[in-house]
Structures are given as structure tokens and as C-alpha cells.
């Protein structure tokens, strides 16, 4: 499916009136979201979501272990990214 076929055409609305007017709690928000992200990329290839699925399990295990950071560190993991956000700026790419 690409951008400019009648496909999206029809696809992208269904989508955004089930989003915002069916499924009104977040958990099934984010479900339609990534079902609707499946549908896409496999109408196009369906090859494509074996990349995807695998980049969804990686980005699920990676948020479970920041959460269980978080919950162990009593919040110190987010107090350091925070830190080094704001300290690790690219001094170098400023206009001097």
C-alpha cells in the first residue's frame, strides 16, 4: 500500500474514525495502532513484518527493562538521562 493509492485512501480514514471514535481507552488505542502499522507495511510486503514484529518485541523488552530500572533505582535512572540530556548538549554545534 503506498501513500497516494485508493487503498490508503480508504485505509486512513477507517483507521483515524476507529481511533479517535471506537476506541475511546488508551490500551486499545495503541492495539489498533499497531495492528493498523501491521496491515500497512504487510500490504505492501508482507516480508516486512518480520522486520516489524522484531522491532516491536525489541522496543516491548527495552520498555520493561527501563520500567524495572525505574522501579528499582526509586527514579535515579530517569534523574541521570535527565542530567545527561540536559549537560551533553553539542557545545560544538552552537553559533558562537
Not at 40 to 50: A, N
Request: aromatic letters at 26%; one cysteine or more; a positive charge.
Amino acid at each position: 500500500m503506498l501513500f497516494n493509492s485508493f487503498e490508503y485512501l480508504v485505509f486512513l480514514p477507517v483507521v483515524f474514525l476507529l481511533y479517535w471514535f471506537v476506541f475511546r481507552q488508551l490500551r486499545w488505542q495503541n492495539l489498533l495502532i499497531v495492528v493498523a502499522s501491521y496491515v500497512f507495511y504487510g500490504w505492501w510486503d508482507w516480508r516486512f513484518l518480520i522486520l516489524i514484529a522484531f522491532t516491536t518485541l525489541c522496543s516491548y523488552i527495552s520498555g520493561l527493562q527501563i520500567e524495572w530500572q525505574k522501579a528499582k533505582l526509586g527514579g535515579q535512572i530517569m534523574d541521570y538521562c535527565q542530567y545527561q540530556h540536559q549537560y551533553s548538549y553539542p557545545w560544538h554545534l552552537q553559533v558562537l
